[in-house]
């Protein structure tokens, strides 16, 4: 995150046009900054989760990856955020469980 510096102001940082929009700028940015932090917690704790769950099938002689489950997790997604929601869920799937 850029801070501003004596040559630089809070208004130059944040694009805003105003003292006051560069305020609710930085307020929300570090709110956004927080949420990412929540969000990349939550999918390193996905990932730890789908590595029990590809141990757990391959040690009974299952396949490490189940594609109809992975069809379930796209639709999810899809339904819940559209278009974008199938690209965010592949993404989601290769971190969880490689490519294939």
Not at 72 to 82: C, I, S, T
Request: glycine residues 8%; proline residues 2%.
């Amino acid at each position: 995150m850029t801070v501003p510096t004596a040559t630089t102001t809070a208004t130059d940082v944040t694009g805003a046009r105003t003292s006051e929009a560069a305020e609710v700028i930085t307020g929300a940015r570090e709110r956004i900054d927080a949420l990412d932090d929540r969000i990349i917690g939550l999918i390193q704790e996905r990932v730890a989760v789908s590595a029990v769950i590809q141990e757990a099938r391959i040690t009974s002689g299952g396949r490490r990856v189940n594609l109809s489950r992975e069809m379930e997790v796209l639709g999810h997604y899809r339904d819940a955020l559209g278009k974008p929601g199938t690209a965010l869920a592949m993404t989601l799937l290769e971190l969880c469980r490689g490519k294939i």
